[in-house]
């Protein structure tokens, strides 16, 4: 595996294990009367199969990078490639689609529907895709069962401790078998022994299931043990060595 960030000029080999590719990136927010550049230039490639830790200090813009890798948020320039997708460059119709069947997305809070069990919170994007119920079930159910919950599938979120919370919201973004997985601080929001179950069980997955995952995270432990790190500071992106982050 190539441990360097990706420049835009790439072999054909080298694109052919490319998932993703993001060429000078910018990001600009109105605040009054003037532009606040969050990043510029932002330029990296990430590999089939890679799990990457995005890190930095609250503000820096992790959070609205991976808006942007998953077609929740528009650049203010550059390119962001996903497989042969121009992905900022989709309409909103096939942005959505994207969203449904090519990236996965777990946040720091689980944002489960709170009316719905577990099994159903996990089958909702299949059946916003068509899919039929008894199909989105049977996918769901299989997920849970990856999680650890299969015995908890018809709890509502209300029921469920936070650990559990996002252990079904890792299994309702990845009952689509998405090619990427993007995770903003999956672990802010619980305790260091829950944390680290999550972090484990998200490794494992990301391993038997062979996912490329970008993980936005504060906690420098856990961004050591991925493939990669890259910082964003002061609008740049940096690489980091994993093994110079405290363990």
Known sequence: MDRGAGGVHLSRQAAEATLLRVEGLKKVFRSGESDLVLFENLSFAVQRGEMLAIVGESGAGKSTLLHILGALDRASAGDVYCAQLHVNMLPANAAAEFRNRDAGFVWQFHYLLPEFTAAENVAMPL??????????????????????????????????SGGEQQRVALARALVTRPKLLLADEPTGDLDGQTAEAVFELIARLHREHQLTSLIATHNLSFARRCHRVLRIARGHVEQVDPASLPG
Do not use: I, K
Request: proline share 0%; aromatic share 2%; net charge positive.
């Open 127 to 160: 059946l916003q895709r068509g899919e039929s119920r008894a199909e989105a079930a049977a996918q769901a159910m299989q997920w849970l069962r990856e999680v650890g919950l299969e015995r908890r599938a018809h709890h509502r979120s209300g029921e469920l």
